[in-house]
């Protein structure tokens, strides 16, 4: 028995519905490549009524008094962590990551959303003096119904990242989250559901990615396009969105740079980092990727990270002892495997790691450290989401600055040094949306989340996550 107990479906206009009359996809365990459960998609005329839907959802969304929005939210947190474990077990089967990330996971987003409570009970605006007995407003405003499209990598909280700064602002939404992580989604919606929220004010489909986004994008009941995935599926929405000018939220890959300099206190580094860089095998967009240290620590750095790397157990993440389960699909083995046999056909050195084998059936990689990896690989150079470290030296600190800098990519940073004059320019220079010195950690509910150049532009998360479902309005009163 899998324990993947969930009834499948479609959450339109508070209504859920099934598979009949709908074509279907699977849901897939990738530990074992087996199949869960039939997932039905979205017709056309299921998306003009959650289209519909949503539009009427916004009529009374948008007048909810805050505190009743607020809520809301923190009732849907109390169930989600209610039901932490039974939705914890459920990503883990459909996303393959260990269960207790899984459960880090729920616990998360329940914080997220209480602290969007909070947010929303704080959207001001502004009194401006003028002559007496006249003044100016400046009011913040829902801007609209949204639609959001969301990747499989955090199934729980990717999906509550979208929704709860979207009611928190007032407005109201549809969700496509993954399909291949649509049973986490649908727990999600439950929660929300259970918690009282009013039926149109928000849908959660699922279908053919491309057909969904083309549909609601054309749309003009939408006002503001959410994303969390790729760089080019991001870049291919807001080109859909540019149609009716919406408001644009992305959230894209990275290419995550390590400046790791001879002055780090090196054990505690290479502890933090291993642990770090394969947290949910790799699949995360913030992830420690290019790691580039200086030479005097170079042969030491490479030495303890492949030994602690050869120390991470992988194995299906439900089993108590496994640290790294499979990788969430069957695409991901596939990519890593094609990125690591060029970086070596180009001169990169294996320490760790590097080909498929045994878990037959499973999506799974092992953790993988490369050496030497020339600078021209391709794995250098693309986003490889998996669980693939790769090594550089350096020289300078000009030298590391360049290098992070130097893919279009600006998500996250990382910096290992106790020289604090260094620190500030590192964080003054370095190119990227979130930067963190002699840690690992980038993401708190009340900072702000986001890239910039290609990793995308309009932070989530912190009271920027709400300020970017806002529009702002001057009244002047004579
Ligand atoms: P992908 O780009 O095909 O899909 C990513 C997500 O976008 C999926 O959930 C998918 O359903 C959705 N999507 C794809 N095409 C869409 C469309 N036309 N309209 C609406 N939604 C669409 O990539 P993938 O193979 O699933 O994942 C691999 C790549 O995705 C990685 O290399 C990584 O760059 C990126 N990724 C990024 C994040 C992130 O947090 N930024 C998360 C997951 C994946």
Not at 15 to 26: D, I, N, V, Y
Not at 42 to 56: G, N, P
Not at 285 to 302: E, K, L, M, N
């Amino acid at each position: 028995m899998s324990g993947y107990e969930v009834r499948l479906g479609l959450y339109v206009d508070g209504e859920w519905l099934g598979g009949a009359g709908r074509e279907t996809s699977q849901v897939l365990n990738p530990a074992t490549g087996g199949g869960h459960a039939a997932l039905p998609l979205a017709t056309a005329e299921d998306l003009d009524r959650a289209l519909e839907a949503t539009r009427r959802g916004f009529e009374t969304w948008r007048g909810t008094a805050p505190d009743a929005r607020a809520a809301l939210l923190i009732r849907t947190a109390a169930l989600l962590r209610e039901r932490a474990d039974r939705i914890a077990r459920i990503a883990t089967l459909e996303q393959g990551k260990v269960l207790a990330e899984a459960k880090g996971e729920v616990a998360f987003a329940a914080a997220l959303l209480e602290f969007h409570a909070g947010e929303a009970q704080r959207i001001y605006g502004r009194v401006l003096p003028r002559p007496a007995g006249t003044r100016s407003l400046v009011l913040q405003q829902p801007v609209g119904p949204v639609a959001a499209f969301c990747a499989w990598n955090f199934p729980v909280l990717n999906v509550v990242r979208k929704i709860a700064p979207a009611l928190a602002a007032g407005c109201s939404i549809v969700i496509k989250p993954s399909e291949e992580t649509a049973g986490s989604a649908v727990e999600v919606m439950r929660c929300f559901e259970d918690a009282g929220l009013p039926g149109p004010v928000a849908q959660c489909v699922f279908g053919v990615p491309d057909m969904v986004s083309r549909q609601l994008l054309a749309s003009p009941i939408i006002r503001k396009l959410s994303f969390t995935g790729s760089v080019p599926v991001g870049k291919h929405l807001t080109r859909l969105a540019a149609d009716t000018l919406k408001k644009v939220t992305m959230e894209l890959g990275g290419h995550g740079p390590v400046l790791v300099f001879d002055d780090c206190d090196l054990d505690r580094t290479l502890d933090t980092l291993v642990a770090h860089k394969f947290r949910n095998a790799g699949q995360v967009c913030v992830a420690p990727t290019r790691f580039y240290v200086q030479s005097g620590i170079y042969d030491r750095f490479a030495a303890g990270f492949a030994e602690r790397t050869r120390q991470v157990r992988m194995g299906d993440g439900l089993a108590p002892d496994s640290q790294m389960g499979p990788m969430a699909n069957a695409r991901r083995p596939e990519a890593i495997e094609s990125l690591v046999q060029e970086a070596q056909a180009r001169g990169a050195r294996l320490l760790a790691g590097g080909e498929r084998g045994g878990n037959a059936g499973g999506f799974f990689f092992p953790p993988t450290v490369l050496a030497d990896v020339p600078i021209e690989a391709r794995a250098m150079n693309e986003e490889p989401f998996g669980p693939l470290a790769l090594l550089h030296p350096f020289e300078t600190v000009e030298e590391a600055i360049a290098q992070a800098n130097r893919l279009p990519f600006g998500l996250a940073a990382y910096c290992f040094t106790e020289n604090g004059r260094r620190q500030n320019r590192l964080g003054d220079e370095i190119e990227a949306g979130m930067v963190a010195i002699n840690g690992v950690r980038l993401s708190w509910p009340d900072s702000p989340f986001g890239g910039m150049k290609d990793s995308g532009y309009g932070s989530e998360d912190g009271p920027e996550g709400v300020a970017a479902h806002l529009v702002t309005k001057a009244v002047h009163m004579s």
